[in-house]
C-alpha cells in the first residue's frame, strides 16, 4: 500500500523568506501527486498537480513543486512567502490500481513578520 | 467553479444522540468521500462512494455509516454520537477514476462536531 511522509509537522519561517515542504512517497508504479492547503477553520484547497509531462509544477498563490521519481519526492516550494499564506499543507498521492487518495499528515506553515 | 457544501459548519450533539451530517456537490461528480481530521492524525477516510446506493469502507468506519441516494448527495450518519466522535468531518467529491488513478478531490468547508 502507498504511503505520504511529510518530513516536518510545522515549518517556522520569516516573511518573505523562501520555504521547502518536504514530502515523499512510496509506490513502485504510477502516481498523481498533489498539494493542497488548508487555512483554519476552512476544507482543503488543490494548490497545485503532477498528473504527467514536465516534473516542474507550478500552481495558485505562487507556489511550485518537483516530481523526482528516483526520489520519489514532491517537495513544495516558495521563493518569497506572505503573512497570508501560514496555514496547514498537504501532500498526497494517487497510485495506480488504488481508487482514494492518501495523504500526509499535514505541515503547519507559520509566518513570522 | 466545483462547489461542495456541508449542511452545518459547527454542530453540538450528547453522547447517544443519531447525528446526520450531509453533504451536496454540484459538479455531477460520481465519487464522493468523508474524512474526519483531528490534530496530529491528519485526514483519516471513514466512508467513500463511487456511484449511488454504492459504499466502500475507508480506514476508520467503525460507528460510522453512509447514505447515496442521489448523485449529488452524500450523508454521514453517526447511529450513536460518543465523545470520541468529537472532530472535524470533510466532504469530498471528485470526477469518476482516470486510467486506474484516482483523481483530484474537491473539500467542503468541514463541519465542527463537537458530542458532549
Known amino acids: 500500500a502507498q504511503s505520504v511522509t511529510q518530513l516536518d509537522s510545522q515549518v517556522p519561517v520569516f516573511e518573505e523568506a523562501p520555504v521547502e515542504l518536504r514530502c515523499n512517497y512510496s509506490?513502485?508504479?504510477?502516481?498523481?501527486l498533489f498539494w493542497y492547503v488548508q487555512y483554519p477553520n476552512q476544507g482543503l484547497q488543490l494548490l497545485l498537480k503532477y498528473l504527467s509531462g514536465s516534473t516542474l509544477v507550478k500552481g495558485i498563490n505562487g507556489f511550485e513543486a518537483e516530481f523526482n521519481k528516483s526520489q520519489t519526492s514532491f517537495h513544495l516550494r516558495k521563493p518569497s512567502v506572505h503573512i497570508s499564506d501560514t496555514a496547514e499543507y498537504f501532500c498526497?498521492?494517487?497510485?495506480?490500481?488504488?481508487?482514494?487518495?492518501?495523504f500526509g499528515q499535514g505541515t503547519r506553515l507559520t509566518i513570522n513578520p | 467553479d466545483v462547489k461542495v457544501t456541508q449542511s452545518s459548519r459547527y454542530l453540538v450533539k450528547r453522547t447517544g444522540e443519531k447525528v446526520f451530517l450531509e453533504c451536496v456537490q454540484d459538479?455531477?461528480?460520481?465519487?464522493m468521500f468523508w474524512y474526519r481530521q483531528d490534530p496530529g492524525l491528519g485526514l483519516r477516510l471513514i466512508y467513500f462512494?463511487?456511484?449511488?446506493?454504492?459504499?466502500e469502507k475507508g480506514d476508520i468506519p467503525e460507528g460510522y455509516s453512509v447514505s447515496r441516494e442521489k448523485k449529488e448527495r452524500f450523508s454521514l450518519i453517526l447511529e450513536s454520537a460518543s465523545t470520541n466522535q468529537t472532530s472535524m468531518y470533510l466532504c469530498a467529491s471528485s470526477p469518476v477514476f482516470v486510467a486506474g488513478l484516482a483523481y483530484e478531490q474537491y473539500f467542503g468547508p468541514g463541519t465542527r462536531l463537537t458530542v458532549t
Open positions: 462512494s463511487y456511484d449511488v446506493k454504492m459504499k
Open positions: 498526497a498521492v494517487s497510485a495506480e490500481g488504488a481508487q482514494k487518495l492518501v
Open positions: 459538479m455531477d461528480h460520481e465519487n
Open positions: 509506490s513502485s508504479v504510477s502516481v498523481y
